[in-house]
Every structure is written in C-alpha cells, then in structure tokens.
C-alpha cells in the first residue's frame, strides 16, 4: 500500500511538470526535474500514457512526452 500511494505522488508529480512545459519533454528532464532515477520517470510516464493522460513519441533514441490536455488545443486545433 506504501509503495502504492509513492507511485501516485510521483505520477502526480510527473504530471504537474508536465503542466508547465511548452514543448514535449523527454525522460532525462523529467528524471532531472523530479529528482528521481531515470527508470522511475519512465515507467510512470508509460504508465501516465497507458491511463491516457500523457502522449509520447519517439524521436531518435528519445521518448518525448506531453499531456493530452496540452496536445489538443496546441496541436490539433
């Protein structure tokens, strides 16, 4: 149950960064930004994109990362 409600505070941390950003970011930034390990950023953000609240794309060897909120109305507007 602890490593649970860790999980949601990361992801909810995750997401309150994404907020701020302008342009899609990728995992080392995420990483960076949060202070948590490279491959904690990534599984939460799969797991943000698998709930559909994030959208990804793989440009070159990076995943970069933006909310689905942001997506619509900059992107597909």
Known sequence: MYRKMENNTTKEQ????LEKQEWPVTTEEVAKQIKIAWHTAQVNLLKLVAEGKVKYKKVGRQNQFWLVQKYKKEFES
């Open 14 to 17: 995750i997401l309150k960064f």
